[in-house]
């Protein structure tokens, strides 16, 4: 990351030893979100957050995403409005791959398999998941 961010962002790692006494907040899409999430997180989709302030707590906001840009737009919008936040580099892709954990939910409609668990060699299956879920 270059050093041209206003707002502070910290790593999986570091949001790892704050979590879950953390304020979490995912401005992914509702079907990303449902597809797979920080239990506990807060998901308002990046282009409701604006009309959603009300919904957000007063004390420090950690904010995350797929992969850190749309967290980033967030954190600079809500520190326009007077926020204090802190950007999770690499969003829930980077979480998953330091081995944290993750909620999954089946998407409706596709085939009842056996819940698969959190492997390290699964991170392409879960960011296929993540990512080419959009389109369907």
């Known amino acids: 990351m270059?050093?041209?961010h206003p707002h502070p962002t910290i790593t999986a790692d570091e949001l790892a030893t704050v979590w879950p006494n953390a304020t979490l907040v995912d401005v992914r899409s509702r079907e990303e979100h449902a597809t797979a999430h920080i239990q506990g997180?807060?998901?308002?989709?990046l282009e409701e957050l604006t009309s959603r302030l009300?919904?957000?707590p007063s004390s420090t906001i950690h904010v995350l995403c797929g992969s850190g840009?749309?967290?980033s737009q967030a954190a600079r919008t809500l520190r326009g409005h007077g926020y204090q936040?802190?950007?999770v580099a690499g969003g829930i892709t980077e979480w998953y791959r330091a081995g944290y954990p993750v909620t999954y939910q089946q998407p409706p409609g596709s085939r009842a398999k056996h819940a698969r668990r959190h492997a390290q060699g699964d991170l392409r299956s879960f960011t296929r998941q993540l990512f080419h879920r959009r389109s369907a």
Do not use: C, E, Q, V
Request: hydrophobic residues 30%; glycine residues 6%.
């Open 2 to 4: 270059s050093g041209n």
């Open 41 to 45: 997180s807060l998901n308002i989709p």
């Open 54 to 56: 009300a919904d957000l």
């Open 69 to 71: 840009k749309r967290s």
């Open 85 to 87: 936040t802190i950007n």
